[in-house]
T-cell receptor, first 113, second 110 residues
Framework: ETGVTQTPRHLVMGMTNKKSLKCEQH?????MYWYKQSAKKPLELMFV???????ENNSVPSRFSPECPNSSHLFLHLHTLQPEDSALYLC????????????FGPGTRLTVL | EDQVTQSPEALRLQEGESSSLNCSYT??????LFWYRQDPGKGPEFLFT???AGEEKEKERLKATLTKKESFLHITAPKPEDSATYLC???????????FGSGTQLTVLP
């Protein structure tokens, strides 16, 4: 595997389900990010981790819970989501946590019924 | 508040018809202006970083330029495979996060 990988690529869940998104980076980077991309809207930064420590949390609802066990892996735990949470969730990584060149994974297309 | 605006929202070109995409920004203490390409169903792919006004970077048929208020992505003699959504993003001097524009959806017709 190279670059940034995400699983699953597609996810359909009910409002009462609990699921997790996984991201893995193979670039030796020290920072990882979660973004939300909705149709016709700019990418929204959700969380930033630098050296496994969360450094940014852009007022994301608590039904989204990130986890970064090491610098190569990032998870987004989902529970009791709303239909408006349906979107493409993108993971990215960069050499540092300063926002510089970020490399993105292919995303997880999430649909909440 | 940092803001990035891209225009046009959508652009259709004939193969070989050169054009430019615009990215206007109000980002405090800009540390970098980034361009990405995004294909349907995929994550954004990094293209360029520009750091100061007057800087230019090229890659194949693409050239990115930067002024104090905006950036342009010039596409010379585009091909159908250049069809994608092009995103720009600004990195401020104080924040550690990128502010993205909504993108320009480019379609190049054969």
């Amino acid at each position: 595997e190279t670059g940034v990988t995400q699983t699953p690529r597609h996810l359909v869940m009910g409002m009462t389900n609990k699921k997790s998104l996984k991201c893995e980076q193979h670039l030796g980077h020290n920072a990882m990010y979660w973004y939300k991309q909705s149709a016709k809207k700019p990418l929204e930064l959700m969380f930033v981790y630098s050296l496994e420590e969360r450094v940014e949390n852009n007022s994301v609802p608590s039904r989204f819970s990130p986890e970064c066990p090491n610098s190569s892996h990032l998870f987004l735990h989902l529970h009791t989501l709303q239909p408006e949470d349906s979107a493409l969730y993108l993971c990215a990584s960069s050499q540092d946590g300063q926002g510089n060149e970020q490399f993105f994974g292919p995303g997880t297309r999430l649909t909440v019924l | 508040e940092d803001q990035v605006t891209q225009s046009p929202e959508a652009l259709r070109l004939q193969e070989g018809e050169s054009s430019s995409l615009n990215c206007s920004y109000t980002v405090s203490g800009l540390r970098g202006l980034f361009w990405y390409r995004q294909d349907p169903g995929k994550g954004p792919e990094f293209l360029f970083t520009l750091y100061s006004a007057g800087e230019e970077k090229e890659k194949e048929r693409l050239k990115a330029t930067l002024t104090k208020k905006e950036s342009f992505l010039h596409i010379t003699a585009p091909k159908p495979e250049d069809s994608a959504t092009y995103l720009c993003a600004g990195l401020s001097g104080s924040a550690r996060q990128l502010t993205f524009g909504s993108g320009t959806q480019l379609t190049v017709l054969p």
